[in-house]
């Protein structure tokens, strides 16, 4: 059975919005013709030499971790990514990439994790970002260009202006003191949540002057300590060593 490849990339990005990716991320078609037809899909964590192999020609490989995710100045035959590209484009192959968007998507690569590790994943909506009601999202480069003012309040560590800042703060702070409170003391709870709700709970916990105070990176722990009479103290700020490597900050190393 063939089918054109644009209609798949509309059934992926409908299932991974391509707006989920973070801003460092690559997302998307890496190599094919929209307009072409694939007979088969490969799914792989990674696009190396040895997954192609197993992808058919005419066929499309849905990778998880971007192929070219840095800057490139060349996808020459003799590069190692290079060479996949064309013998990609030789066979017929197509290769797309849904990445961060997948991690952050419900249900995504989270939630098969989860499954596949025998967690249960309780959503708990007290816990959503302070940007949950919008009706879409909108990257940081389009606030800059159409809402310089809002801007400006971001980096004056405030949440936008549409933000009821109070009822924010009082909604996630209730949230998380309940999941406190639900477990025991020896417990070790995962929560996962966005930049602006994890700066609440800091702000909140250290008094601190601004509501958004601390960088966060995608990825990044915080760590948060509960005493038995249920205060909470802070163990951990952005934890990023075990993605370091994949930080673009770091790529210079």
Known sequence: MSVQLANIIDVIDAAYP???????????????????TVETVTVAVDATAAVLTEVPDRGLLLA??????????TVAASTAKGALVHHMIR??????????????????????????????????????????????????????????????????GHLPSTVDETAFLARINAGIRDLVGAGDHEDTVAVFSHGGVINGLLHTILGT???????????????????????????????????????PRNSRW
């Not at 998880?64 to 100045?73: A, E, M, Q, S, Y």
């Open 91 to 156: 066979t017929g192959r197509a290769l797309f990439t849904a990445h961060t968007n997948a991690d952050a998507a419900s249900p995504g690569v989270s939630d098969a994790l989860a499954d596949a590790l025998g967690l249960t994943v309780e959503i708990d909506e007290r816990l959503a970002e302070y940007d949950r009601d919008m009706e879409h999202y909108i990257p940081i480069e389009q606030i800059a260009a159409e809402f310089p003012e809002e801007l400006a309040r971001l980096a004056k």
């Open 64 to 73: 998880h971790h971007p192929l070219l995710l840095r800057g490139v100045d």
């Open 18 to 36: 391509p707006w989920l990716a973070q801003d460092w991320d690559s997302v998307g078609l890496v190599c094919g013709d929209p307009i072409e």
């Open 209 to 247: 002057q601004k509501i958004l105070c601390f960088n966060v990176d995608y990825a990044g722990v915080t760590r948060l300590l509960s005493s038995r009479e249920g205060n909470l103290y802070v163990a951990a700020v952005n934890g990023t060593e075990h993605v370091w490597d994949l930080l």
